[in-house]
C-alpha cells in the first residue's frame, strides 16, 4: 500500500467533511440574520393605535390621526382624535386596549428576539442607516439628525433593538430617505423614550417603560407600550401622524 496517496486521501476527505460541516453552520446563520430585517412586523390588533398604553396624560393641544387607547383614567386634556377612542368608559364594555397592549408585548418579544445585524452605540447623531436590526446594550441618544435610507425599496425594515433608554434631543430629527417607510421603523426599548421639544420622531415606538413626548414633538408613526408596571406615555402639544403605508419620495 502506497502510504502517501492514502495519506493524501484521507486529508481530502477530511477537509471536504469540514467544508461541508463549516457552509452548514454559516449559511443558516446569514439567512436567519437576513429574515430578521426583511420580514414585515405584524403589531397585530395594535396596528391602528397612534397612542397606546395603561397610563396617559397630555397638556396643551395634542392631536393624532391614528387610534387612541388606554385602560387608565382618560386625560383631563383630552387630545383631539381623528381615529376611535379606545377606553372602558367610551365603549362599555371595551376590551380593545386590554388586548392591545397583550399584542404590542408579543411583538415586543418577537422584534427582541430577531438576530440582530450589527451593534450600535452612543450618539447616532449624523449616522445613515440601511435597513437591518441594529443591537444596543445600553442607553442610545440621537441629538441631532438621523437618516434612514431605505435604497429604494418600500418595504425596507429598521429594527432598533435597544436595552435601556432612547434619547431624542430637542430639535432632532429622524429622517427617512429613498422610499424608506416610517411603517416599517421600529425603536424597541427595554427603558423609557424620551423625545424632546420640537423634536421630530420617526417609527414606531415600543416600550416597557414610559414614552414621553416634550412640547411641540412631531411624531411621525405611533407610541405603543404594553400594560407592564412602568409603562405609561406622556404627551404634551405633540402631533402623531399615523398613516398607513407613508413613505418617502424617490431620489
Do not use: C
Request: charged share 5%; net charge negative; hydrophobic share 45%.
Amino acid at each position: 500500500m502506497d502510504l502517501k496517496v492514502t495519506s493524501k486521501k484521507n486529508m481530502i476527505s477530511y477537509l471536504a467533511i469540514v467544508a461541508i460541516a463549516f457552509s452548514t453552520l454559516i449559511v443558516p446563520t446569514s439567512a436567519q440574520a437576513v429574515a430578521s430585517y426583511t420580514t414585515p412586523v405584524d403589531l397585530l390588533s395594535a396596528a391602528n393605535y397612534s397612542v397606546l398604553s395603561p397610563a396617559v396624560t397630555n397638556l396643551g393641544v395634542t392631536t393624532m390621526t391614528g387610534d387612541f387607547g388606554t385602560t387608565g383614567a382618560l386625560p383631563a386634556a383630552m387630545p383631539t382624535v381623528n381615529g376611535t377612542i379606545h377606553h372602558p368608559t367610551t365603549q362599555t364594555p371595551d376590551p380593545a386596549p386590554a388586548q392591545a397592549m397583550i399584542d404590542v408585548k408579543t411583538t415586543y418579544d418577537a422584534l427582541m428576539a430577531r438576530t440582530s445585524t450589527a451593534t450600535i452605540a452612543g450618539d447616532l447623531i449624523g449616522r445613515t442607516f440601511t435597513s437591518g436590526v441594529y443591537f444596543a446594550g445600553a442607553a442610545i441618544a440621537n441629538s441631532g439628525t438621523l437618516t434612514l435610507d431605505g435604497q429604494n425599496d418600500p418595504n425596507a425594515v429598521f429594527i432598533f433593538q435597544i436595552g435601556a433608554a432612547l434619547g431624542v434631543a430637542a430639535a432632532s430629527n429622524i429622517v427617512l430617505t429613498n422610499q424608506a417607510s416610517a411603517n416599517n421603523v421600529y425603536w424597541v426599548t427595554l427603558g423609557a423614550i424620551g423625545i424632546g421639544a420640537g423634536a421630530t420622531f420617526t417609527g414606531v415606538a415600543i416600550s416597557e417603560a414610559a414614552i414621553g413626548s416634550g412640547a411641540g414633538a412631531t411624531v411621525n408613526g405611533r407610541l405603543l407600550t404594553s400594560s407592564a408596571g412602568a409603562a405609561a406615555v406622556a404627551l404634551d402639544s405633540t402631533v402623531i401622524n399615523s398613516v398607513t403605508g407613508t413613505v418617502s419620495p424617490a431620489p
